[in-house]
């Protein structure tokens, strides 16, 4: 049996070279090694990050760097949000006090339909919160952007999104709210809101029915002519509320005398109007030689049917006029308006009464119906509405469109509303149609010389009504005795059509702040996402880059001992060379 060989290695003993000292390279590689890893410890300790730059981990800065940017732009975007969340606030509480205003208005609209309260305080109330709707909608503001004074498109940036290299935005979208009481405004049909007599306030002066009388200034002889004698009775007959007839006599202290520019007139209208009775029912006033005549109050039924001095009828059906008293007494249906617009569906009437018509084509007393009404999208003068055959009970009816563009417009001029409705008496005539309403009209109006298209063909005929305009007064003037106005009708105050649209404008404030309370909740909650997202964005940078400071610091302290033992068998080794200088003594 063989015995086994036994391997044994052999060690070659390391030479010694004065040379290279192979340990201490070895120990200075050690130590320059440890020395680099404490200085990478000691700079992520001092600025807390282990990505610093590029060179430290390109992939994890380059992620980093890109959510940083996105960092930035949502914080811009949430200073945004909030600029508009407060914005979005002040105009949702405008909303919410403009329509508590205008319940507050829909309750003085209601009292005012109480006979007996003051309803010039109501108004002048009503006037404040008007005043006070429109100073709300000029606070609130957006970048530019009237939140309650126009209806436009705000868009918010309220995200960004990344999809590859490209970047997408989203948006948060609602709308201004328009309730302004000026121009388009969405309460512009509240703007001029009156409890007041809609009839009185659209005019300065008003002539509805107004009767004038021109009496001669002078006797055929050429001496001054009495109208009245001191002793004779002025008589006064008129129809009341009731519809029963009424005389009412004045006896003379004095003469109605004639002047040089003819003074009965004057002298007539201050005799009639010392009379109490009188003068709570009807106005008088007297123009040199002209007496005018008509009811105080414009929605009163009581009609004026004769005056008489002595024995003489100075008018009133079939009178034949007295010595002093022209023949052709005069009737006006004169609307001189304000400088403020008239309504939407508004409608102004004037009924009068023709017998012939200067053409022959109008042999018996015949009743008309004049009316003039505002409307959209309809030309001056169209005719809206026709109706009647003249008989009793069934007057010639004839309804003319006013464009509401020239007469509704809210910086529309009283001149404007007396020349619209020339125009459209202008058209009627001029259209000369066929048609037997408006033909009949046709052959009983006529046109002054300044109006468009006068004085018309039938201008000056005996028994016309001519209509003229004079800056901001519309005239309707009958000459002659075979035509006379019988009442004249303007837009009254309509307390159910005037709730009706505080109504509309209550749900329109009210919309309007739903419509502004839903947009401030979404910025709100994007505002809020935001905030979140920011965080966790945060969160995601700081696990990519952010250094752990546990770790480093037991590392840092790790590299310290290695350090020291470094330097330790550094110096070691260098050592090792002055050994082999005892091998030589």
Same mark, same amino acid.
């Given at each position: 049996?063989?015995?086994?060989?036994?391997?044994?290695?052999?060690?070659?003993?390391?030479?010694?070279?004065?040379?290279?000292?192979?340990?201490?390279?070895?120990?200075?590689?050690? +130590?320059?090694?440890?020395?680099?890893?404490?200085?990478?410890?000691?700079?992520?300790?001092? %600025?807390?990050?282990?990505?610093?730059?590029?060179?430290?981990?390109?992939?994890?800065?380059?992620?980093?760097?890109?959510?940083?940017?996105?960092?930035?732009?949502?914080?811009?975007?949430?200073?945004?949000?909030?600029?508009?969340?407060?914005?979005?606030?002040?105009?949702?509480?405008?909303?919410?006090?403009?329509?508590?205003?205008?319940?507050?208005?829909?309750?003085?609209? %209601?009292?005012?339909?109480?006979?007996?309260?003051?309803?010039?305080?109501?108004?002048?109330?009503?006037?404040?919160?008007?005043?006070?709707?429109?100073?709300?909608?000029?606070?609130?503001?957006?970048?530019?952007?009237?939140?309650?004074?126009?209806?436009?498109?705000?868009?918010?940036?309220?995200?960004?999104?990344?999809?590859?290299?490209?970047?997408?935005?989203?948006?948060?979208?609602?709308?201004?709210?328009?309730?302004?009481?000026?121009?388009?405004?969405?309460?512009?049909?509240?703007?001029?809101?009156?409890?007041?007599?809609?009839?009185?306030?659209?005019?300065?002066?008003?002539?509805?029915?107004?009767?004038?009388?021109?009496?001669?200034?002078?006797?055929?002889?050429?001496?001054?002519?009495?109208?009245?004698?001191?002793?004779?009775?002025?008589?006064?007959?008129?129809?009341?509320?009731?519809?029963?007839?009424?005389?009412? %006599?004045?006896?003379?202290?004095?003469?109605?005398? #004639?002047?040089?520019?003819?003074?009965?007139?004057?002298?007539?209208?201050?005799?009639?109007?010392?009379?109490?009775?009188?003068?709570?029912?009807?106005?008088?006033?007297?123009?040199?030689?002209?007496?005018?005549?008509?009811?105080?109050?414009?929605?009163?039924?009581?009609?004026?049917?004769?005056?008489?001095?002595?024995?003489?009828?100075?008018?009133?059906?079939?009178?034949?006029?007295?010595?002093?008293?022209?023949?052709?007494?005069?009737?006006?249906?004169?609307?001189?308006?304000?400088?403020?617009?008239?309504?939407?569906?508004?409608?102004?009437?004037?009924?009068?009464?023709?017998?012939?018509?200067?053409?022959?084509?109008?042999?018996?007393?015949?009743?008309?119906?004049?009316?003039?009404?505002?409307?959209?999208?309809?030309?001056?003068?169209?005719?809206?509405?026709?109706?009647?055959?003249?008989?009793?009970?069934?007057?010639?009816?004839?309804?003319?469109?006013?464009?509401?563009?020239?007469?509704?417009?809210?910086?529309?001029?009283?001149?404007?509303?007396?020349?619209?409705?020339?125009?459209?008496?202008?058209?009627?005539?001029?259209?000369?149609?066929?048609?037997?309403?408006?033909?009949?009209?046709?052959?009983?109006?006529?046109?002054?010389?300044?109006?468009?298209?006068?004085?018309?063909?039938?201008?000056?005929?005996?028994?016309?009504?001519?209509?003229?305009?004079?800056?901001?007064?519309?005239?309707?003037?009958?000459?002659?005795?075979?035509?006379?106005?019988?009442?004249?009708?303007?837009?009254?105050?309509?307390?159910? #059509? +005037? +709730?009706?649209?505080?109504?509309?404008?209550?749900?329109?404030?009210?919309?309007?702040?739903? #419509? +502004?309370?839903?947009?401030?909740?979404?910025?709100?909650?994007?505002?809020?996402?935001?905030?979140?997202?920011?965080?966790?964005?945060?969160?995601?940078?700081?696990?990519?880059?952010?250094?752990?400071?546990?770790?480093?610091?037991?590392?840092?302290?790790?590299?310290?001992?290695?350090?020291?033992?470094?330097?330790?068998?550094?110096?070691?080794?260098?050592?090792?060379?002055?050994?082999?200088?005892?091998?030589?003594?």
């Amino acid at each position: 049996m063989e015995r086994p060989v036994s391997m044994c290695m052999e060690t070659t003993p390391m030479s010694s070279s004065i040379l290279t000292n192979a340990s201490a390279m070895t120990a200075l590689r050690v +130590l320059s090694q440890t020395n680099k890893n404490l200085s990478e410890t000691q700079n992520r300790i001092s %600025t807390g990050l282990k990505v610093n730059n590029a060179k430290d981990n390109a992939s994890f800065w380059s992620v980093a760097t890109v959510m940083r940017s996105d960092v930035s732009a949502f914080k811009a975007i949430k200073d945004n949000l909030a600029l508009a969340q407060a914005s979005t606030s002040v105009a949702r509480d405008g909303a919410q006090q403009i329509s508590e205003l205008i319940k507050e208005i829909k309750t003085k609209v %209601t009292a005012a339909q109480e006979g007996s309260i003051d309803k010039a305080k109501l108004q002048a109330d009503i006037n404040a919160m008007l005043n006070q709707i429109q100073q709300i909608t000029e606070t609130a503001n957006f970048n530019g952007v009237k939140l309650l004074q126009n209806d436009s498109n705000v868009k918010l940036v309220s995200s960004i999104g990344r999809t590859g290299a490209s970047v997408d935005a989203s948006y948060i979208e609602f709308n201004s709210q328009n309730l302004s009481l000026n121009g388009d405004g969405g309460l512009r049909d509240i703007a001029a809101l009156s409890v007041l007599s809609r009839g009185d306030g659209l005019f300065k002066n008003k002539s509805d029915g107004t009767v004038k009388y021109t009496f001669d200034a002078t006797a055929a002889d050429g001496s001054a002519k009495h109208a009245g004698e001191v002793g004779e009775n002025v008589t006064v007959n008129y129809v009341d509320a009731k519809g029963v007839a009424r005389t009412v %006599t004045i006896q003379l202290s004095q003469n109605i005398s #004639a002047y040089s520019n003819g003074g009965q007139g004057d002298d007539l209208a201050a005799v009639l109007s010392q009379n109490k009775q009188l003068a709570e029912l009807f106005t008088f006033a007297g123009n040199g030689a002209n007496l005018e005549a008509h009811a105080t109050n414009r929605e009163s039924p009581v009609t004026l049917t004769s005056i008489s001095v002595g024995d003489g009828s100075l008018f009133g059906p079939g009178a034949t006029p007295p010595t002093g008293i022209a023949a052709d007494a005069q009737q006006d249906a004169g609307f001189e308006f304000v400088d403020a617009p008239l309504r939407l569906g508004e409608e102004l009437k004037v009924a009068f009464s023709a017998l012939g018509d200067g053409l022959g084509t109008i042999t018996t007393e015949t009743p008309f119906e004049l009316s003039f009404r505002v409307v959209n999208g309809r030309s001056s003068g169209e005719v809206l509405e026709s109706s009647g055959d003249g008989s009793a009970g069934k007057p010639f009816k004839i309804t003319l469109a006013l464009n509401a563009d020239i007469v509704a417009y809210e910086y529309a001029k009283g001149a404007d509303i007396a020349a619209e409705m020339a125009a459209a008496v202008s058209k009627l005539v001029s259209d000369n149609s066929s048609a037997a309403v408006e033909a009949a009209f046709i052959d009983v109006l006529s046109l002054g010389a300044n109006v468009p298209g006068g004085p018309d063909a039938n201008a000056g005929a005996a028994g016309f009504m001519t209509a003229s305009v004079l800056g901001s007064r519309f005239n309707l003037g009958v000459t002659g005795t075979d035509t006379s106005i019988t009442k004249v009708t303007v837009p009254q105050t309509d307390y159910d #059509a +005037l +709730l009706d649209t505080l109504e509309m404008a209550l749900n329109k404030a009210v919309d309007a702040a739903a #419509a +502004l309370g839903s947009a401030q909740f979404r910025v709100e909650i994007q505002s809020e996402f935001l905030t979140s997202m920011i965080d966790n964005l945060k969160l995601g940078i700081g696990t990519l880059v952010d250094a752990d400071m546990n770790e480093e610091s037991a590392r840092l302290q790790a590299l310290q001992v290695q350090q020291q033992l470094g330097i330790q068998s550094l110096s070691i080794a260098n050592q090792a060379p002055q050994a082999l200088l005892r091998l030589f003594q």
